[in-house]
Nanobody
Framework: QVQLVESGGGLVQPGGSLRLSCAAS???????MAWYRQAPGNQRELVAD???????NYADSVKGRFTISRDNGKNTVYLQMNSLKPEDTAVYYC???????????WGQGTQVTVSS
């Protein structure tokens, strides 16, 4: 079972920036990685994903503000969040899809709060 551990969440003012990290317990070389988020009362939504070759996809709500990246050597995925808005407030979850084992893995989540 792959373990995913998120870090970097916290309280930030509107317009500020935050970088989330997701450290995996094993190689992510063959994984599709993603960040999801879930606000209270809302469904969990896909924020961004990145393939093993670095192709990225973003939700319309974060395009131009967020950047997902991966460092396969460090078994880590990042989410750089800029120009943060109050509506970005949510628990952010790291996700990995292991195609070889037909398995999905979730982190425990990290809270991001955007408020003055």
């Amino acid at each position: 079972q792959v373990q995913l551990v998120e870090s970097g969440g916290g309280l930030v003012q509107p317009g500020g920036s935050l970088r989330l990290s997701c450290a995996a317990s094993e190689s992510i070389f063959m994984f599709v990685m993603a960040w999801y988020r879930q606000a209270p009362g809302n469904q969990r939504e896909l924020v961004a994903d990145i393939t093993r070759v670095g192709s990225t996809n973003y939700a319309d709500s974060v395009k131009g503000r967020f950047t997902i990246s991966r460092d396969n050597g460090k078994n880590t995925v990042y989410l750089q969040m800029n120009s943060l808005k109050p509506e970005d407030t949510a628990v952010y979850y790291c996700f990995a899809r292991d195609w070889g084992k037909s398995a999905d893995h979730w982190g425990q989540g990290t809270q991001v709060t955007v408020s003055s």
